[in-house]
Structure formats: structure tokens, C-alpha cells
């Protein structure tokens, strides 16, 4: 059960209710796509590492492709 918070800032009225169905639709939707955009960044970042080790053990750094054009 998730609730939803109304608050009326003209008379200062909080109303407090469940979800409809929509609503509990469009907050699940909208949970996955962060958690997709959570993975795909942390995805991001071990590929990153794993990339910065290589050029590493090349003697090499991201700085350095920079340099080069690359």
C-alpha cells in the first residue's frame, strides 16, 4: 500500500490517501526505470575501471589517448 500526500497550500489542508491503480501503475514503472538507470551507471563505472586498468597495464593513461587524439 503506498500513500499519497496532498497538501493544498492555499488553506494549508494535508490529505492523506492510497494510491489509485494508476498511480501505483505509473510508481512501479517509474521505480524500474531507476533502478535500470542505477545499474546502467554502475555498469558504466566497471567498465570504466576495467578500461583504465588495461590502458594501466599498457603504461598507459586516459590523458594519454587524449593526447593522442584518440
Same mark, same amino acid.
Given at each position: ?27 512501479? =514503472?517509474?521505480?524500474? @526505470?531507476?533502478? !535500470? *538507470?542505477?545499474? &546502467? %551507471? $554502475?555498469? =558504466?563505472?566497471?567498465? @570504466?575501471?576495467? !578500461? *583504465?586498468?588495461? &590502458? %594501466? $597495464? ?11 587524439? &584518440?
Amino acid at each position: 500500500m503506498r500513500i499519497v500526500k496532498i497538501h493544498n497550500i492555499e488553506t494549508g489542508e494535508i490529505v492523506e490517501r492510497e494510491m489509485n491503480a494508476d498511480e501505483l501503475a505509473q510508481y512501479e =514503472k517509474d521505480k524500474l @526505470k531507476r533502478e !535500470a *538507470e542505477k545499474q &546502467l %551507471a $554502475a555498469d =558504466k563505472a566497471v567498465a @570504466k575501471t576495467a !578500461a *583504465e586498468a588495461k &590502458l %594501466a $597495464a599498457l603504461g598507459l593513461t586516459a590523458d594519454d589517448l587524449k593526447a593522442l587524439g &584518440l
